[in-house]
């Protein structure tokens, strides 16, 4: 039961949490963020938040810095926008997933492309 009461607050934080970061974070680094999904544990005490940066791997690691400075606005306002006892507390990470299937999708065209290549 727990589990569904902690996706449905993650829903509910990557919603708000899009709209703060498109709207209220004035940071010129947090411009190209995309909230790909965030985990809250069963307790509802912390958040995982997993996003993707548009840019370089400099740009990437400078808008994670500047949302883990940003985290305790970030979190207020999120505590304003949904109702909890207590906030959770929110954790930045990369979602290597888009990158991943980027990868495989490669490899595979790498893979289709030989197989052709060989069949002449």
Do not use: C, W
């Not at 449905?8 to 790909?36: C, H, M, N, S, Y």
């Not at 949904?82 to 906030?87: A, G, P, S």
């Amino acid at each position: 039961m727990s589990n569904v009461r902690a996706d449905r607050v993650g829903e509910q934080i990557k919603k708000e949490l899009a709209d703060i970061l498109a709207r209220e974070v004035k940071d010129p680094r947090v411009q190209f963020v995309t909230v790909t999904g965030v985990d809250v544990t069963g307790d509802l005490q912390q958040a995982k938040v997993f996003v993707t940066v548009l840019g370089e791997e400099k740009d990437k690691e400078e808008t994670l810095t500047a949302l883990q400075k940003a985290r305790g606005f970030i979190r207020s306002e999120i505590g304003n926008r949904v109702h909890l006892r207590k906030t959770p507390e929110l954790s930045f990470h990369f979602d290597e997933s888009i990158d991943y299937g980027n990868r495989i999708e490669r490899l595979l065209k790498e893979i289709h492309d030989e197989d052709s290549n060989e069949n002449r």
